[in-house]
């Protein structure tokens, strides 16, 4: 069992530790992603002040992303009830951004938690704002690159899954970096069937275009429920039953499903 994933990363030989950030060796600090996505981001008012990070999910009634973070704060709720009732040492986002989830989930869980994503610009916000708790690591990497051992008991993927150019590998890829008995759970990112693919992709467009940022289409991947078939996986939350529909109007649940993916 390892005491600190900090530990881990301090004795790997592919990251460089700065300014309490680690760098994976070999990746460059300007990603083109990172320019649109933070550009998007700071366009639609999801680049937040300090003092609004430290309080996520929790934002004021009148906030204008009062409802997404309402639903956000419902499935964070919602997994750390489940996390109580599993044995779990380490925890892995992936796709942290500015670290608000690993802080909310540590408030009530204290187990070691290391944050990756290619986004430097809020991943310093969260060193700024959550680096000094000793159970904090945060990690400026690319997923698809990374060469790791079996690290995490329970990696968490929340709205990030639609970043991945191919959920089937990446699930494979993530698969390598599980203990024993662990787990990979992805939370509200939509996924598609068949036949709702295509006008998914027309809303996306439409979408980055009316945004003036039409470059992010190339970065914004719509998966479909294949990309789970060859892996063993639950439906924790369907959002297309009709008690979760109700359960979602009344109290501010997620449209997403929830989904459980496990080693055997």
Avoid at 12 to 25: A, C, M, R
Avoid at 157 to 175: E, H, N, R, V, W
Avoid at 211 to 237: C, D, E, R, V
Avoid at 255 to 262: I, L
Wanted: glycine share 6%; charged share 20%; aromatic share 14%.
């Amino acid at each position: 069992m390892l005491s600190s994933i900090k530990d881990y990363f301090q004795s790997h030989s592919h990251f460089t530790l700065k300014d309490e950030l680690f760098y994976q060796n070999g990746f460059s600090t300007l990603s083109h992603f990172e320019e649109n996505y933070v550009w998007l981001r700071r366009q639609e008012g999801r680049l937040y002040d300090d003092n609004t990070v430290r309080c996520l999910p929790d934002v004021p009634v009148g906030h204008p992303l009062y409802r997404e973070w309402a639903i956000r704060k419902h499935t964070a709720d919602a997994l750390i009830h489940y996390l109580k009732k599993k044995k779990v040492n380490t925890l892995m986002e992936i796709g942290c951004g500015n670290g608000w989830m690993m802080n909310y989930i540590n408030r009530s869980l204290p187990v070691n938690c290391c944050g990756i994503d290619v986004n430097e610009t809020e991943l310093k916000q969260a060193v700024r704002l959550f680096g000094k708790n000793e159970k904090f690591t945060f990690v400026y990497a690319n997923i698809t690159e990374l060469i790791l051992g079996p690290l995490a008991d329970i990696i968490v993927l929340a709205s990030a899954i639609q970043y991945f150019p191919d959920l089937t590998s990446l699930l494979g890829k993530l698969m390598g970096f599980l203990q024993a008995g662990g787990e990979i759970h992805i939370l509200d990112s939509p996924i598609y069937t068949p036949g709702a693919v295509a006008s998914a992709h027309e809303r996306s467009n439409n979408y980055f275009r009316d945004s003036g940022n039409p470059a992010m289409t190339k970065f914004y991947h719509h998966h479909q429920w294949k990309s789970f078939q060859k892996f063993n996986y639950q439906i924790l939350h369907n959002p297309g039953a009709v008690w979760s529909k109700w359960k979602s109007w009344v109290s501010h649940g997620s449209p997403f499903p929830w989904v459980r993916v496990t080693a055997s």
